[in-house]
């Protein structure tokens, strides 16, 4: 079981940078693929950055367009995933979430929703213009 915690969201000026952190609990010790996704009102959950990894070491990261050089996707030995967020736009505004899949056989890490078993409770990211 691997529990979830997301926090560092905020309201903030376009321009301006978050890091969001997510704090993981329970199983930290397993091979992980672990992603973050958000969700603005009315759209799909779209799948942002994704990073497979083994206690501190990564062994694949990956970007979504949308967010590819502005964004960076790390983490911290299996204890906390972290989204550092540069050149925050009003585009950027939405419920933001981390996921986490334990590994077994490979480091096939996809950013699609439906990939992941655990999910935290998001934290909001406001905007404005």
């Known amino acids: 079981q691997v529990q979830l915690v997301e926090s560092g969201g905020g309201s903030v000026q376009a321009g301006t940078s978050l890091r969001l952190s997510c704090t993981v609990s329970?199983?930290?010790?397993?091979?992980?693929?672990m992603g973050w996704f958000r969700q603005a009102p009315g759209k799909e959950r779209e799948g942002l950055a994704s990073?497979?990894?083994?206690?501190?070491?990564?062994?694949?990261t990956g970007y979504a367009d949308s967010i590819k050089g502005r964004f960076t996707i790390t983490q911290d030995n299996g204890q906390t995933l972290y989204l550092h967020m540069n050149g925050l736009n009003p585009e950027d505004t939405a419920m933001y979430y981390c996921a986490a899949q334990v590994l077994t056989d490979d480091w096939f890490c996809p950013r699609r929703p439906q990939y992941f078993t655990y999910w935290g409770q998001g934290t909001q990211v406001t905007v404005s213009s």
């Open positions: 329970g199983d930290k010790a397993s091979s992980k693929c």
């Open positions: 990073i497979a990894f083994s206690g501190d070491k990564a062994y694949y």
